[in-house]
């Protein structure tokens, strides 16, 4: 059975920056693409950042890009993404997720595979 499982959430200052971690059990995936999105409150869950199978391609959303960066290990199965420069809009539960194929995708219907959620918090 598939798992992942996100960490290093939590309460930071407007200014301050967080490392997200996802780690993946029950099988490894050196082939598909990921990324993480999230979710704020009343809002729909939205396209944060996405790399390719080998790390060699990455996508961002206008609004955190040059602030974070997604990274990943495949020795590791494990997806990561630095956030710098945290504002109070970068508030929601962040979720990592597993792509169906290899590329990068802004569309949260190309990934079958989802984390259980981490809480990010900005406060002003």
């Known amino acids: 059975q598939v798992h992942l499982v996100e960490s290093g959430g939590g309460l930071v200052q407007a200014g301050g920056s967080l490392s997200l971690s996802c780690a993946a059990s029950?099988?490894?995936?050196?082939?598909?693409?990921m990324g993480w999105f999230r979710q704020a409150p009343g809002k729909d869950r939205e396209f944060v950042a996405a790399?390719?199978?080998?790390?060699?391609?990455?996508n961002y959303a206008n609004t955190v890009k040059g602030r974070f960066t997604i990274s990943r290990d495949n020795a590791k199965n494990t997806l990561y993404l630095q956030m710098n420069s945290l504002q109070p809009e970068d508030t929601a539960v962040y979720y990592c997720?597993?792509?169906?194929?290899?590329?990068?995708?802004?569309?949260?219907?190309?990934?079958?595979?989802w984390g259980q959620g981490i809480q990010v918090t900005v406060s002003s």
């Open positions: 790399i390719n199978w080998n790390g060699g391609i990455t």
């Open positions: 029950g099988r490894t995936f050196n082939s598909n693409g």
């Open positions: 997720a597993v792509a169906v194929a290899g590329y990068t995708y802004n569309s949260p219907n190309l990934y079958n595979y």
